[in-house]
């Protein structure tokens, strides 16, 4: 990827490239909508991600360049009259960041000329968006030497997607591609922001990933409806319990209050919100006590409730989860936002498939769309190689 890189840097902008940067995508393992209610979140950085290569420039001008959309060519952003970004393309997530830099005060004092590579499947629910701005976040503060925290960094990501982007996501996607560890999973509490990394090196298991190829474009899916109830849920449980955020009720509090939330639909959702923080809290005991048959137990628990509860899953996800727990893996759940994107399996290596042809197959049949297969390790976060 690197020799690729370098060849095309040198192709766009007839010099070498000075430095270079990679960025992961990220699955979580459980703790499913629960990170913009205050709650846990079980995520992995992926070892597939964003390459960027990086050379000085003597003017004023970010020149960005992506492989992955050739036929936009170069863009140029002109840092002394910086805008807000006005789209949604991948460039206006740049554009939005160099944004929050400058209101900050972290200027940019000269130009980059910056050529992208990514090995991540895009709008696939593995996080290439927040991927992409921790990269260029990083990069940021490593050309221009400021003083920026992986905190400051995932936390300046959301800002973007939330107040550029219009989508409301939570601090689990850049958190995570800023924090990551090899071998282990980040074990985040959303509100305290507080983590603890829990060893996750598969030796005798092996975690599959399975890309439903249905695009999923988070900015106009039911995403920030689902962030609305959690809100307005927040606010009215507040009347009667001195809570910052939904996580911090109990599953009795809930029991007690759940009929001032009024409609069923909205209590089916914070049923979900509440139970799958219970689930992540004693999902990662479960993964500290090697105990992969409770793990797996609580992904498909994790699963049916973002199915028939909170209702973000989709005919293509359900019959991949469906298949792999027939085909034998220990647990299988959607993973991300949901409404489509990717799903993963977790399977001893004695039950793994020798071929999932027959699935690949089937899928094609059923949904009439290509599935991508994949092997998932937790890797380091966001780096310089
Ligand atoms: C998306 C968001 C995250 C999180 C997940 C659902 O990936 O970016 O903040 O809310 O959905 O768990």
């Known amino acids: 990827m690197k020799k690729n890189l370098n060849t095309l840097h040198q192709e766009i902008y007839k010099v070498k490239p000075k430095d270079h940067y990679f960025s992961p995508g990220r699955i979580n393992l459980i703790g499913e909508h629960t990170d913009y209610a205050g709650g846990y979140v079980l995520p992995i950085a992926l070892s597939i991600g964003i390459y960027a290569a990086v050379s000085v420039r003597d003017d004023k001008v970010i020149a960005v360049y992506s492989d992955d959309f050739k036929d ?41 000329n910056i050529t992208l590579m990514s090995d991540l499947p895009k709008a696939s629910g593995v996080s290439s968006s927040a991927a992409l701005l921790v990269l260029i976040g990083y990069l940021l503060r490593d050309q221009f030497n400021l003083d920026l925290s992986p905190l400051k960094l995932a936390r300046y990501a959301r800002f973007v997607e939330n107040h550029y982007l219009n989508l409301h996501s939570g601090i689990m996607d850049p958190f ?20 603890e990394t829990i060893p996750f090196k598969l030796t005798d298991h092996t975690l599959i990933l399975m890309n439903t190829n249905k695009p999923r474009t988070l900015v106009d899916s039911d995403y920030n409806d689902r962030v609305y109830t959690v809100q307005q849920a927040t606010r009215i449980f507040q009347n009667y319990r001195p809570i910052e955020a939904l996580c911090d009720l109990s599953v009795s509090d809930f029991h007690q209050l759940k009929d001032r939330l009024g409609d069923a639909k909205t209590i089916q959702r914070i049923e979900h919100v509440i139970f799958e923080n219970e689930r992540t809290k004693q999902a990662k005991e479960a993964l500290l006590d090697h105990d992969f048959t409770l793990f797996g137990d609580f992904m498909v628990q994790s699963h049916e409730s973002l199915r028939y509860l909170y209702e973000v899953s989709c005919p293509e996800l359900d019959y991949l989860v469906t298949e792999n727990l027939r085909l034998g893996a220990l647990g299988a759940r959607m993973t991300g936002a949901g409404f489509g994107g990717t799903m993963i399996a977790l399977y001893p290596n004695e039950r793994l498939p020798k071929t999932f042809q027959p699935l690949i197959d089937g899928y094609l049949k059923a949904f009439n769309r290509r599935l991508e297969i994949f092997t998932a390790t937790a890797s380091d976060g966001v780096n310089k190689r």
């Open 176 to 195: 995570v591609i800023a924090h990551g560890k090899q071998d282990h999973a980040i074990y985040l509490n959303s509100e305290r922001m507080t983590y």
């Open 72 to 112: 936009q060519g170069i863009h140029e952003i002109h840092i002394e009259t910086l805008e807000p970004p006005t789209g949604n393309d991948y460039i206006d997530y740049i554009q939005g960041l160099l944004h929050k830099f400058k209101r900050e005060q972290c200027p940019c004092t000269h130009g980059l």
